[in-house]
């Protein structure tokens, strides 16, 4: 009898357990789907790292474009995971895009990965074909199935965060940060030393990725992130000019893809536009947004 009490009483935890768990995840997941413009039909698609998602202002360049916009940008992703977005954004999209915008920097053909166990931040959409085959290949079979099975468990501080966004449709830069010139003056030093890579499997992916977004958009436009200028310098003036050709070469390859260089001297040579030599603050978002909305008017997109 008590045994019976006690299992009665375990089931039903169980089932209220998971209950809430898949409650709670729907309401986040849902929230993201929005944030990212996942499982919509959007006119514009923007995929991209932190230097895109620092760099545009979603809310406002759909107002000044009128076009609703995909955006798809993520935190310290490497041009594979990137691939991956790509992949799970067309599968999920219910039509297909006129535009997709594609963000390139120089870090884009190195062999290094920007930032460890990214495939967490695709967690919350392991239960679509595309990512559980992503997570599937970066993780062992025992956190895979507790992330499948625990739902909640896919979900830290910043995809909350995220999801509270995709509900309010902020899409500001928060950062009000300016650089400090005087300690940059280190960087003076590297002028022409870092080493811009040109990883040819990384070319490889990127042309692939281009052709993949050719397939299901109309336009596709790549764009150049700022840098400042002298974080700029720092790179090696002949490597990066060949990072350049590579991609505008790709971008020539077919009238379908355009391409925009946003390392502008009005943009890069003002500190007050960058919170770190990478990434733009929320006066920087302003004039990239604006640069963007211009290009994408004058070329008719």
Known sequence: MKFATWFKRAMIFLVLFFAIDYAISEVMLKGLNKYFGLHSESDMFINGSSMAMAGFDKTNLEHSLHKKIAFYTRTGVSLQDRSAMLHHYFDASTAQTDIAVFEVNPMLFSKKFTAANVYMLFLPFIDEPSMSDFVRSNTDAKEFWVRKIVRCSRYNTDMIALAIKGYTKNY????????????????????????????????????????????????????????????????????????????????????????LDLSQPNIIENPDYFSDPLHLNASGQVQVTNAMTQFMEKNNL
Not at 191 to 208: M, R
Not at 230 to 238: A, Q, S, V
């Open 172 to 259: 500001e830069n928060q950062k009000n940060l300016v650089l400090d010139l005087n300690a940059l003056q280190g960087l003076k030093s590297e002028a022409n030393t870092v080493e811009v890579e040109l990883d040819p499997q990384k070319i490889k992916l990127f042309k692939d990725c281009v052709v993949l977004m050719q397939q299901h958009c109309k336009k596709v436009v790549l764009v150049n992130m700022p840098v400042f200028d002298t974080k700029l310098k720092t790179f090696k003036t002949d490597e990066y000019q060949k990072y350049l050709e590579v991609v505008q070469q790709v971008a020539s390859g077919s009238g379908q893809t355009h391409f």
